[in-house]
Structures are given as C-alpha cells and as structure tokens.
C-alpha cells in the first residue's frame, strides 16, 4: 500500500514589496524556506500558462518548474523545444555555485535577481542523477552525443489532411487507402520483432499493387472466401496477433513470397481490419484506383527520402520519463508541424490505450502517471490565428489535448509571449498561470484579460508587472490562492539556448 506523500514544487521567493535584496540579513547557517513559494505538486493536475515578453526569464522559469516536476514527481516531461533552450538539461549549471556566492542567500546581492539556490550541488547533483538516467533528446542534427537518438516519426502516426488538401481530386479514395494501409503498416510492425522501416512500405505497396493488379473475378472470389471465413476470423486473427515471433513472422514472409499467398493475405487482411464488416472490407478493397495508389505511395516516398520515416512505432515502453523534441534540428516548417502531429498523435493514442488497460483494473491498481507536454513559444504552434493547413491540424490537436487531456494523464505546460496571440480556447483551459515582466500597461491589460484575471489583478499590481526585473513573476489561478509575486528561483540545469555577451559587444565610451 502506497502512502499519500505530500511534496511541493519549490518555485522562488514570496517579494516583500519594501523589500530590496542589498538589506536582506540572511541565516549563515541553515537555508530559511519560510517565504519560500511552494506549491503542492498536486496542483500540476491542471493545464499551466507562462507568458511574458521576451527576456524576461520565461524558458528560467520553466526549467526551474520542469527541474522541480523532476525530482518531486514520477511524471513524464515531453519537451517540445523551439529554442534550444534544454538542450543541456542533463548537465548541471556548476556556474550558480562559484565560491564567492554565499549558499544561504537567495538573491545574487549585485543584480538583485534570485538567481541562488538553497541546496547544495552535491545535494541537486544526487536527485537529478536518476533523472539524467531517463533523459533522451530526439535531433535531426547530424553530430550525435550519447544521449542523441534519431528524431524519426512512424507513418500511420500522421493524419492523411496533413499531406493532402481535402479538396484533393482523389481524397476520398487517399482517406481509405490511408486507413488500410495504416492498419497493414501496424500490423506488419506488430508481428515483426526486427523491423525493417523500408520493408514494411514495400510489403504494403506490394498488398495495393497485388489487389490492383488482380483481375475482378478473382478480387470477388477472394472477397468471398473472406466472407465465409467470417467465423474462422477470430481464430486466425488470435494466432496471427498472438504469435510475434520470428518463426511466425518468417512463416508469413514466405508465404507472402510464394504462390499460396492469399491465405496469409486474407488472415492478414482480416486481421488487420479487425472487427469492420466484411462489406467494408470489399469496399475498401474496390474503392481505389491505381493512380490513387501510386500518389499515395508518392506521398510516402517524399517522406521517406527525407529521412524522416521510422522503422516502426514508438511503443510506450520505449518512452522516457524527460524527452526533449530538438525543433531546430528540423529546419523546415512542414516538416516541424508533420514530426509534432506525429508526436501528439503518438502520445494521444498511448495515454489512451494505458487509459483503456486502467479502466479494467480496480482504481487503487491504476499506477499511471502524468505527462507534461512542454511548448514553449507557443503562440507558434497553437495561433489564434492559423497561417496553413498544417498549423490549423497542430492547433486542432493541442484543443483536443487541452479540453480532453487530463483523464489520460496529459497536461500542457505552454510558455509564450503573447497572449493574445495563443488560441483562446487552449488558453481558457489552463488552470496554473504565471505572468512575468510586460512591456507595457496595455500588453498586461491584454494578457489579464486573456488569463482570465481581471478580478484578481487591481491595477496599482498591473504597475508592478510592467517594472518587473527579469525573473521575478506573479502565479495566479489554481497555483495561488489570489496571486502571489516571486523572485523565480534558480534554474540549477544548463540553459541550452544563449544571449549575446554584453562585454564583447558594447564599447566603453
Ligand atoms: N530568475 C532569474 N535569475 C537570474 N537570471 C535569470 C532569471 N531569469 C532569467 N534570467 C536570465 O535572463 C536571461 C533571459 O531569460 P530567458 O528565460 O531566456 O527569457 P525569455 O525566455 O523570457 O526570453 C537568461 O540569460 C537567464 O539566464
Ligand atoms: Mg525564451
């Protein structure tokens, strides 16, 4: 029996508003946590909003809070990652802990920012040790490090409205060539324990070519024989699906290869449609083209010499508990929205199947744990105002992610500068908010108002957002009781992205 342990996110400092860091008198001894900003980890059972302008310590921010969601949950942390930012999220920041700074303080005395931590290395180094262990970063960047692996997506994972316009000619016929070749691709990779990415593709294609090439009255017969083997189906879908080993596979890539081929292709086929009707099955059978065929087999083609194909599904046991998606390392748009609809259809579809197996379990048996979907800059990929097909598609995810998410276990942690520049719906349902430094008096009216804080936030606290310091921030929502202001605390991991250094690019007058 698992007890109910109580933790928090340690996120910075209450700010007394007399207070200046130069007249703080601080213990030399012990670190004094009481006007630390604790909040209940709990709490992260909500959507969670940052926003605020640029430099102002938003990506510090959110290290800081994935850092605590770390060490004081079991979750899982996606990390979509725009900027670089957490690139270097394994490595701790020796830095913060240079000798000359005194550990009980918690502000950096020269600049005013809370830039200490209270604990030290060694203490950090100890909890973010088994972290780091879970760590993987996904690239499309050539140089790999050890913690590298292949940014690559699985092809049924991408909804066919991304390639094609639904104004397409052949759309309909794409819609169900799409369907059926993805439960062929499926299928293929579940029985398969060696799976080869290009063979899999060349084993579907030749399905298509072999179906398109067979003359009609065979194509009846075989619909036929499907349909009277209707209740032998269960039978061979169990042994097709049960045994995924190479034997079984072996078997079936003879018969695939030899003339007593459409038994194999009809259990194949059975199985992978499983419980549609037989007459959906003749349909889908009869209801493409060669031509269609050909383009659909284009469109994986295009893909596939990207280099951007997987070899098969990422299954969820592969998942690790901190993932960051290196976007940069994808350096073109299309593809950067195609790699994250297919990673929010993965994730989607894996929360959903855990969520299935929980539900026949008794509750006190269900184990699962959330994951944090982490998008910074976000107004980039969930708009107010879509600019193409593909980001209208994305958008469409994160809604269904933010309005449906929680009972699987997803939570968006998005950051963005603009409020107004945030699809409102998305925005609506974040429960934990954050505002750190605005530009300007009208930008914090905007950004109230899109959060939802008009009532919270007088307007003499409005003046106190525009002054704000780097690093400093009011949470509000469900992660404060009315709204508290905070020095952020330290970020104890490496900040991936940079700023220019001031020294060697200012001159001394
Ligand atoms: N709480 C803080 N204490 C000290 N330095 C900070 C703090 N927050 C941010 N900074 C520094 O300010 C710079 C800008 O922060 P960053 O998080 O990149 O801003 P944003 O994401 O809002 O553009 C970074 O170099 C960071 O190291
Ligand atoms: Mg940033």
Redo the contacts with the bound molecule.
């Keep these: 029996m698992q007890e109910d342990v109580d933790t928090f996110l340690d996120l910075?400092w209450i700010v007394d508003p007399q207070f200046h860091p130069m007249f703080c008198i601080q213990s030399k001894d012990r670190p004094d946590y009481s006007d630390m900003v604790r909040i209940p980890t709990k709490k992260m059972d909500k959507h969670t909003v940052i926003i605020?302008?640029?430099?102002?310590?938003?990506?510090?921010?959110?290290?800081?809070l994935i850092e605590e969601i770390m060490i004081k949950s079991k979750a899982r942390c996606l990390i979509l990652d725009p900027?670089g930012?957490f690139r270097k999220i394994n490595q701790i920041d020796e830095e913060l802990w240079r000798s000359d700074q005194v550990l009980t303080q918690k502000y950096?005395i020269k600049?005013g920012?809370?830039?200490l931590t209270l604990e030290t290395k060694d203490e950090f180094a100890k909890k973010w040790r088994p972290v780091i262990d879970e760590f993987v970063i996904k690239t499309n960047r050539v140089p790999k490090e050890s913690k590298d692996e292949e940014l690559k997506i699985w092809w049924p994972t991408i909804s066919l409205e991304f390639l094609i316009q639904s104004d397409h000619p052949r759309s309909t016929e794409m819609f169900h060539c799409h369907n059926w070749a993805k439960e062929l691709f499926n299928q293929f990779a579940q029985l398969s324990d060696d799976t080869n990415g290009e063979d899999i593709i060349s084993k579907v294609k030749n399905i298509f070519k072999t179906l398109q090439e067979m003359p009609n009255e065979e194509r009846v017969k075989m619909v036929e024989k499907l349909r009277v083997g209707t209740e032998k189906k269960d039978e061979r879908l169990k042994t097709i699906t049960n045994d995924t080993t190479r034997t079984k596979m072996s078997t079936i890539r003879n018969a695939f290869s030899s003339v007593p081929f459409f038994d194999s292709f009809i259990s194949l086929g059975a199985a992978s449609l499983g419980n549609e009707s037989i007459e959906k099955a003749k349909f889908v059978f009869e209801s493409y083209s060669w031509e269609t065929v050909n383009s659909y087999f284009g469109l994986i083609e295009r893909y596939q010499s990207l280099g951007i194909l997987a070899k098969g599904p990422n299954s969820s046991n592969n998942q690790k508990r901190l993932e960051v998606v290196d976007l940069p390392s994808i350096n073109n748009n299309e593809l950067r929205a195609l790699v994250l609809n297919s990673i929010l259809t993965e994730e989607w579809e894996n929360a959903v199947k855990k969520w299935e197996e929980a539900m026949k379990n008794p509750r006190d048996e269900d184990r699962r744990v959330p994951t944090f979907i982490v998008l910074?800059e976000a107004h980039n990929f969930i708009p107010s105002n879509p600019r193409s097909r593909h980001e209208s598609l994305v958008r469409e995810q994160f809604r269904t992610i933010a309005a449906e998410g929680r009972k699987f276990g997803l939570f968006l942690i998005l950051?963005s500068?603009r409020a107004d520049k945030l699809d409102d719906l998305v925005l609506s349902e974040c429960g934990n908010k954050a505002i750190?430094r605005l530009d300007s008096h009208s930008m914090a009216d905007k950004v109230i108002k899109a959060l939802g804080l008009d009532f919270e936030i007088k307007s003499n606290e409005r003046e106190k957002i525009v002054n704000f310091k780097?690093?400093?921030g009011i949470i509000a929502g469900n992660w404060a009781s009315g709204f508290d202001i905070l020095?952020?605390?330290?970020?104890r991991t490496i900040?991936g992205?940079?700023?220019l250094e001031y020294k060697y690019w200012t001159k001394p007058f």
């Design positions: 910075g605020a302008q640029s430099g102002s310590g938003k990506s510090f921010f959110l290290g800081r900027n930012d950096d600049t920012m809370g830039k910074d950051v500068q750190l780097p690093g400093r020095y952020c605390a330290a970020r900040e992205g940079r700023n």
